[in-house]
Every structure is written in structure tokens, then in C-alpha cells.
């Protein structure tokens, strides 16, 4: 018994050592996508900027009022050109997808489990939307909001990720973003720990808003930047 026990740690041993080569290696993949995005974007400005100059130049020089015009259609092109491009990139880069491989399993795993704390945790959850998030809502739509219809349903992975990365998040508002590592020392968090602050990076270089993972198969978000309420 000695022997198979000795033969199953050196198994779990190989296997952790595997999980965490494998999601290092995601998280350079992602290093090195923020240089090809960042190289992406320079060259579509370059490109834009100067294929509308040459166009244009007679204009520009006989009325400044157009200048001004002009320089504003450029910058949106270069813009909507790298936003284009950066965003063909992802969607074949091995990096981004490998990152959402993890995600989503680490998302699944989470599921299988129910979280500790019970109650209490539903409780802590219910607050932060009550003294957060409804004021807002209810300064947008102008009326009083009843709190069933925005608090999400209580499934383990939704439950453990909303108290880790919502109600105890010590960043507020915007800030949420800003958190790597809400200390609850679980699988997710492991792969967040690694690929959250390129991803954030790919992500602000391209000019997102925000940036989402999601499921294919049950359509669930298993990852966000911001750290919003979606």
C-alpha cells in the first residue's frame, strides 16, 4: 500500500508540474502577443496616416479647416484599422486561446463544488449588489429597483467568483480591474494570476471598453476584465 501510495503522489506530483509548465507557457504566449499588438497598431497608423496624406495633401495645405477634418477621419481610420487587425490577431493567436481553454475549464471545475461559507456567502454577495451596485442602476433608470431582479442565481462558480472578485474586492468601481490575486488560492485564480495583466495589457493597447471570455458550449462568462456586473 506504501508503494501504490509513493506511485500516486509522484503522478500528482507529474500532473501539477505539467498544469503549471502549461499555463506559464500561456502566459508568455500572451507577453508576446502585446508586442505584435503594439507593432499592429503602429503599423496601421503609419500605414493610414500616410496613404491619406499623400491623397489629400493639395487639400490640407488650401484649407486648415479641412486640415482638421482630414486629421480626424485619419485618426479614426488608424484607429478602426488596428482595432480590426488586433482583433483578427486574437482570434488566431494560440496564446489568447489557450487562455480561454483554461479559463473555461478552471470555470467548470469551479462548479463541481460547493463553495464553504453557505449562507453567509449568498449574504455578503446580496450586500454588495444592495449597497453598490443598485444606486447606480437606479440613478440611471431614474426609479427604485427591486434587488431579485439583478442579483444573479446562487451556482457554485458564479457564487465563488462574484465573492472573490466583487464583494471582496478591495478596488472599487473601475479599479476592480486592478486585481490579480484575491487570495482564495484556487485553481481559477491561478491561471487569473498569470494572464490577467497581459490580457488587461492586450486589451488597453487595442482601446477595449472591456474584454470577456466565453464558454462555447453553455455561453457563460468565464472571465472579464473589468470585474463588472454583466
Do not use: C
Not at 99 to 105: P, Q
Not at 144 to 159: C, E, H, I, K, L
Not at 203 to 212: N, T
Request: net charge negative; charged share 25%.
Amino acid at each position: 500500500s506504501v508503494a501504490v501510495a509513493d506511485e500516486e503522489s509522484q503522478r500528482s506530483g507529474w500532473a501539477s508540474r505539467v498544469t503549471a509548465t502549461r499555463r506559464t507557457s500561456v502566459a508568455t504566449r500572451l507577453a508576446v502577443a502585446i508586442l505584435i499588438v503594439a507593432v499592429l497598431t503602429i503599423v496601421s497608423t503609419v500605414v493610414v496616416s500616410s496613404t491619406s496624406v499623400s491623397a489629400s495633401s493639395s487639400d490640407l495645405l488650401e484649407d486648415r479647416a479641412d486640415t482638421r477634418a482630414s486629421s480626424a477621419v485619419v485618426e479614426l481610420e488608424a484607429y478602426f484599422t488596428g482595432l480590426r487587425r488586433g482583433m483578427q490577431f486574437l482570434g488566431t493567436s494560440p496564446g489568447f486561446a489557450e487562455a480561454a481553454k483554461e479559463f473555461t475549464a478552471a470555470y467548470r471545475e469551479l462548479g463541481s463544488s460547493q463553495p464553504a461559507g453557505g449562507n453567509a456567502i449568498d449574504e455578503e454577495i446580496r450586500a454588495f449588489y444592495r449597497d453598490s451596485f443598485l444606486p447606480l442602476l437606479e440613478q440611471v433608470r431614474g426609479e427604485r429597483v427591486d434587488p431579485t431582479q439583478v442579483v444573479p442565481g446562487s451556482d457554485p462558480a458564479t457564487t465563488q467568483l462574484q465573492l472573490a472578485y466583487l464583494a471582496r474586492n478591495p478596488f472599487d468601481g473601475p479599479e476592480r480591474r486592478l486585481l490579480s490575486d484575491p487570495g482564495d488560492e484556487s485553481p481559477y485564480t491561478e491561471i487569473h494570476t498569470l494572464v490577467h495583466q497581459p490580457l488587461r495589457e492586450i486589451s488597453d493597447r487595442l482601446g477595449f471598453f472591456d474584454l470577456m471570455l466565453v464558454d462555447p458550449v453553455t455561453e457563460s462568462i468565464v472571465y472579464s476584465i473589468n470585474k463588472d456586473v454583466a
